[in-house]
């Protein structure tokens, strides 16, 4: 029921680009994306919809394949600050429960 | 400035006291939530609450309690503290009435049980 992440995790270099995919097993109404730096609480950074309605960042980007319960999330021209471990979060068609994926530790080196 | 709050941050305490956990936000949310993490793992949401005196349980059975009196508190109780309820406790909240709310994280409580 927990949606799955990949990779589990990311190193990059400043200026280069990663995708962080999110992938359930359950129809989905929506999906988040969390950010959580080490010692500190999640930040919330999108929202996409079933339907195609979304809100969040101007500089990250998601998509959302309802059809095959995945997301994803790109992080273009990475900063130092984008660095933390990311978590997607699945609300199923059936239910309003907010499920939390495995994670994707992103690190970014100067 | 609307923000959320958890108090206390850290807490070290022996096995088979009892313990709340101090939740509140100041954003006049309807929908809250506490979410058990260990550290670098995933978060599993233990309780949530659609408003006043409304509570549920969420998908990782705890032995703690919540109750939901004001809109703006919502605090986690363990009667009898045991070393396996060592970890961090978050709190967070968001619109009900908005589609594309988010969930807003409070920073947190440490606990361990010794």
């Known amino acids: 029921q927990q949606p799955v992440q990949s990779p589990q995790a990311v190193i990059l270099r400043e200026g280069e680009d990663a995708v962080i995919n999110c992938s359930s097993s359950?129809?989905?109404?929506?999906v988040h994306w969390y950010r959580q730096k080490h010692g500190e609480a999640p930040v919330f950074l999108m929202i996409l919809l079933k339907g195609g309605e979304q809100k969040g960042h101007e500089k990250i980007s998601a998509s959302f394949n309802e059809k095959k319960q995945q997301s994803s999330l790109y992080l273009t021209a990475s900063q130092l600050s984008y660095s933390g471990t990311y978590f997607c979060g699945t609300v199923g068609s059936f239910t309003d429960k907010l499920i939390f994926g495995t994670g994707t530790r992103l690190q970014v080196f100067p | 400035e609307a923000d959320i709050y958890q108090t206390p941050r850290y807490l070290v305490i022996g096995t088979g006291k009892k313990i709340t956990l101090e939740c509140s936000q100041t954003m006049g949310h309807d929908k809250m939530y506490w979410y058990q993490q260990d550290p670098g793992m995933e978060l599993h949401l233990i309780h949530y609450?659609?408003?006043?005196?409304?509570?549920e349980k969420g998908d990782l059975s705890s032995e703690s309690t919540v109750s939901r009196i004001r809109t703006e508190h919502f605090p986690l109780t363990l009667e009898s503290a045991r070393p396996s309820h060592t970890s961090q406790y978050l709190c967070a909240s968001s619109d009900l009435r908005d589609v594309l709310s988010g969930q807003y994280f409070g920073p947190g409580t440490r606990l361990t049980v010794t």
């Open positions: 609450s659609y408003g006043v005196n409304s509570t």
């Open positions: 359950k129809a989905l109404y929506s």
